[in-house]
């Protein structure tokens, strides 16, 4: 009887699993839908074309406009630059946490970069307004500190946790006989961390990448006191910048219910939403290619 309950239990949580996987892909379905609903009611007043081409988002004048390519531009000048500066610094550091670092300075290092996580993204945009924004126009001679920079630098600081967390765990998950093997050929310790260690790391390097980068893409309240919120295609980093989310968190809830602003605002949140279902798919796809590579 016994076995017969064993059983049922196991087939019992089975089926538990599976609903939870299902109703969770049904909840990402249903929120593009939603967003594709709402988008296509905006082509009813706005041309496609207009749309992606434009250079201009004014939905407040009387001749409005909605061009969604500076804010476009803005949310991947941002989100670009912030990789730029968190991947390198963060895989480096958790490399050094997993192959460098002595067991006492990991205990005390981990949970604190963890930590940086915790941190509201409005104290970040605020340090950003105080602290860094003042900084880069001292450094760099401009009026206004409020640009891409300053944004790339502090979604570099919230996306670090992330990456480097993942990172070390995909480090630590590489076998010791890779280690052992490369040195009793004669590799030093630095060759055996750059060629063969990370190497064999690199699928679990990848998603903590785009767990990063999706970070960096979806942040609202930091790049929104950070950033200038100028609606215009920047030329360059010190640019004043407006990227999507900021864009939506500004406008949703103020805008008349069922208006052709109120559809734009839909419109981006699909394109942004695609763009980065897309760039996880390739990103997934290339770890599993090096996964079959690997074995």
């Known amino acids: 009887m016994m076995h017969y309950r064993r059983e049922d239990t196991d087939r019992l949580f089975k089926y538990i699993f599976k609903a939870a996987g299902l109703l969770t892909i049904a909840l990402l379905g ?5 967003l594709l609903y709402n988008s296509i009611a905006l082509f009813a007043n706005i041309k496609p074309l207009d749309f992606f081409t434009g250079s201009q988002w004014n939905p407040e004048s009387l001749n409005q ?9 803005s949310t991947f000048l941002v989100a670009i630059g912030s990789m730029a500066i968190a991947i390198p610094l963060g895989i480096l550091t958790a490399t050094y946490l997993s192959e460098l670092a002595p067991g006492r300075l990991t205990q005390f290092l981990k949970p604190a970069i ?8 409005v104290a970040i945009g605020f340090l950003g307004i105080v602290l860094v924004g003042p900084g880069i126009a001292k450094l760099f001679g401009i009026q206004s500190g409020l640009n891409a920079r300053n944004g790339s630098i502090l979604l570099a600081v919230m996306s670090l946790p992330t990456i480097i967390t993942i990172s070390e765990d995909a480090i630590k998950a590489v076998p010791n006989t890779y280690r052992e093997a490369s040195l009793a050929l004669g590799a030093n310790r630095w060759q055996t961390i750059f060629r063969v260690t990370l190497p064999a790391a690199m699928p679990g390097l990848i998603a903590a990448v785009m767990l990063g980068l999706g970070r960096a ?3 609202t309240m930091t790049v929104l ?10 030329r360059g980093f010190l640019d004043s910048i407006r990227t999507i989310t900021a864009t ?3 406008e ?14 839909f419109a981006i949140a699909a394109v942004l939403f695609l763009f980065t279902l897309f760039i996880n798919l390739v990103g ?12």
Do not use: W
């Open 114 to 121: 963890e930590m940086l996580a915790a941190i509201p993204s």
């Open 65 to 73: 406009k909605y061009g969604i390519a500076p804010l476009l531009v």
């Open 284 to 295: 997934e796809r290339y770890a599993n290619q090096r996964r079959k590579f690997q074995e």
């Open 30 to 34: 249903g929120i593009f839908f939603m």
């Open 248 to 250: 939506i968190a500004i």
């Open 225 to 234: 006191m950070a950033t200038g919120n100028a609606s215009v295609i920047p």
């Open 252 to 265: 949703m809830g103020e805008v008349p219910y069922q208006t052709t602003h109120y559809f734009a605002l």
């Open 217 to 219: 893409l979806g942040e």
